[in-house]
């Protein structure tokens, strides 16, 4: 069974889409708060960990959608 590729941005990626900067995100990391692999030096971020920091900074009531009713 085939699965699927995981993205994995570099603190560069992640703070150019945050627009913030690389320090940010890798004290971010190191202070638990984004979880993150090691890779020698480096440090790579999986897209749905991204994802899920990203949201749980989120401040505010919820969105709602309006869901348009259909006569059938």
């Known amino acids: 069974m085939d699965s699927p590729i995981e993205e994995y941005l570099t603190a560069e990626k992640a703070a150019a889409i945050l627009d913030v900067t690389p320090q940010m995100i890798r004290k971010l990391c190191r202070g638990g708060q984004?979880?993150?692999?090691?890779?020698?030096?480096?440090?790579?971020?999986?897209?749905?960990?991204?994802?899920?920091?990203?949201?749980?900074?989120?401040?505010?009531?919820?969105?709602?959608?309006?869901?348009?009713?259909?006569?059938?």
């Open 34 to 72: 984004l979880p993150f692999y090691k890779v020698g030096r480096c440090i790579r971020i999986a897209r749905p960990d991204f994802d899920l920091y990203l949201a749980s900074q989120r401040i505010g009531g919820q969105l709602t959608v309006a869901r348009a009713k259909y006569a059938c």
